[in-house]
């Protein structure tokens, strides 16, 4: 029977007789849609066209300026084609890394590379100050790092030096250069906001020295760009941003051990930007950029004025061309893996999967399996067990877990109910939470690479309480995974994760009322390309609403409506 099913094989394999809906879910809300006939297809996302890297007018060197000695701090981090100025270096929606100029986009050849997923990037220039390439530092979903030499558009990177244990760390960036020494250092920021350096040595088999804890308190924001210069001592200055749209200007001391000054206020309403991208001098005048972009994927850049702040802002893209990046090198956002998707089954038994557009809004529907495979199905989609960063779909039959094809072992029927929102734990890969018939909550472990699962953890009674418990990646802006759970008399609750195992959640918080309005509630992972985790809710009459995660007041921003038709479906993962 499980054979017969959706399995990873199926999701990888080469798209063939992909069947979209009538009316894809767009700027306005559209309809669920009726499939077209054939059999089921693979369900790896379509390529979408990646746009070149835009330019921005020059505005040659500012009065005073001595560019022929400009130390890195202000200098091209990440400049792939040599023409003086840093490229872009993004991740797909399908998790490919590609480096963009402004002529080619072309995939970053990592030779060695690790296959675990890639979350973050993190561009650092040319380290040993030897071969005018720039280094780059990628980060995956379990903490490994991984420091790439020769960076270029034709041939392989070279992988120079690679360690782990960065699962500790909620965001790893690089300010530029920090002490003078006309190379790029590394900083990291702990689940708790601890802030640390990690200076660069010059020497590619062992290119930083050991931490140096610089700085408390940056939990408060929810999104960190490492800048370069921008207030013209050579030296590299951070942004921060907190939820509620603020932005702080942390000028460079030169002091690696109290490397900023105190912060300056730069403005509000910078929570409209999903991502906020540090792009070093793009325009010739000395000072570094940064661009941000909107949730409809629109493109803008700040000029940089060399005192700290940004004198010019200029929109540098249409709307909607940026939106199929997933993650930007070096962006402040907490970066989200593991789910972005939701799959719907109908009353005939046809899965069908939707993705998302990183915009807010869901692809087309992609038909998966013919009517029959499977109706009655006890199913759950899970944010990803193992570090490939994609979903995984649970299955109990027959009173076992099959994880895709894979069986877990029996004893799983005293279960009423599964969810996988994510890594509970602080390992980098997702957990599993199940609930007996008497409201007990149980916390399964996984190995870090998804082969088994632990012995069960009693997270607490009571849990009978809720006809809902679901959730996949961070709400509450501190990269940890996070649960919701609805009452059966309708008030959603926010679990907030503490990634212990033996203590996973802290107190609840309540959301709101009203909730049993919905008939379906999904955690469907990050929708909005930020990095945060959002939520849709279906209406017994098929309306669709989306709510997006991270929002500075109440947790959740107001509900948008992004599609009408889910009726057709009697499940949704």
Not at 195 to 216: E, K, Q
Not at 274 to 296: C, F, L, M, S, Y
Not at 304 to 320: C, F, L
Not at 444 to 458: A, D
């Amino acid at each position: 029977m499980f054979s017969s099913r959706f399995t990873r094989a199926r999701r990888l394999a080469a798209c063939t007789a992909l069947a979209v809906s009538a009316g894809m879910l767009l700027a306005t809300p559209a309809s669920a849609g009726a499939p077209m006939s054939g059999s089921g297809a693979g369900t790896d996302r379509p390529a979408a066209a990646q746009p070149l890297m835009p330019s921005t007018p020059q505005a040659g060197p500012r009065v005073g300026t001595d560019t022929t000695t400009a130390p890195l701090g202000a200098g091209p981090r990440s400049d792939v084609d040599h023409d003086g100025k840093s490229d872009l270096l993004v991740r797909d929606l399908n998790g490919k890394l590609m480096f963009v100029t402004r002529t080619q986009a072309v995939e970053f050849a990592r030779a060695g590379a690790s296959e675990d997923f890639v979350k973050e990037m993190v561009p650092l220039g040319d380290l040993d100050l030897g071969d005018g390439r720039p280094e780059i530092l990628t980060v995956s979903v379990v903490g490994g790092v991984e420091l790439y030499g020769n960076a270029s558009t034709t041939g392989f990177s070279q992988r120079r030096w690679t360690s782990g244990g960065f699962h500790i760390y909620n965001k790893v960036f690089s300010p530029g250069d920090v002490n003078g020494d006309r190379r790029a250092d590394l900083m990291a920021r702990t689940y708790g906001g601890d802030l640390y350096i990690f200076l660069a040595t010059g020497d590619p088999s062992h290119p930083f020295m050991g931490r140096v804890l610089v700085g408390h308190g940056w939990q408060v924001y929810d999104q960190i760009i490492g800048l370069g210069d921008n207030d013209g001592d050579g030296k590299g200055d951070v942004l921060a941003r907190t939820p509620d749209g603020a932005l702080k200007f942390y000028g460079s001391t030169g002091d690696a051990l109290n490397p900023f000054k105190a912060p300056v206020h730069m403005g509000h309403s910078w929570n409209r930007f999903n991502q906020i991208v540090p792009v070093d001098d793009q325009d010739g005048d000395g000072d570094t950029e940064v661009w941000a972009r909107e949730k409809d994927g629109t493109l803008r850049a700040y000029g940089g004025s060399g005192t700290g702040t940004y004198d010019t802002i200029e929109t540098i893209s249409k709307t909607g061309a940026w939106a199929g990046v997933s993650q930007f090198a070096g962006a402040g956002n907490l970066p989200a893996t593991g789910k972005e998707e939701l799959l719907a089954r109908d009353k005939a038994g046809r899965l069908y999967w939707y993705y998302s557009l990183n915009n807010g809004k869901l692809s087309a529907r992609q038909y998966l399996e013919n009517a029959g495979n499977w109706a009655g199905a006890n199913i759950t989609n899970a944010s990803s067990f193992d570090p490939n960063g994609e979903s995984d779909i649970l299955d109990i039959w027959n009173g076992h877990l099959y994880v895709e094809e894979k069986d877990f072992g029996g004893g799983w029927g005293v279960y009423n109910l599964l969810a996988g929102p994510g890594d509970l734990n602080g390992d980098g890969s997702g957990d599993l939470l199940a609930r007996d018939r008497s409201g007990n909550l149980y916390l399964y472990q996984t190995h870090w690479r998804g082969t088994k699962l632990y012995n069960r953890v009693h997270v607490s009674r009571g849990w009978d309480t809720y006809n809902w418990i679901f959730g996949a990646g961070d709400y509450t802006n501190d990269g940890r995974t996070d649960v919701l759970a609805r009452t059966k008399t309708g008030t959603l609750y926010l679990f907030p994760g503490t990634g212990k195992p033996d203590r996973p959640f802290d107190s609840r918080i309540k959301l709101g009322e009203g909730f049993n309005a919905y008939s379906k509630l999904v955690g469907t992972g990050d929708l909005t390309g930020d990095g945060k985790g959002d939520f849709v809710a279906a209406t017994p009459s098929g309306d669709l609403y989306r709510f997006d995660g991270g929002a500075a007041k109440n947790y959740f921003a107001p509900r948008a409506k992004i599609g009408y038709g889910y009726q057709v479906y009697n499940g949704m993962y």
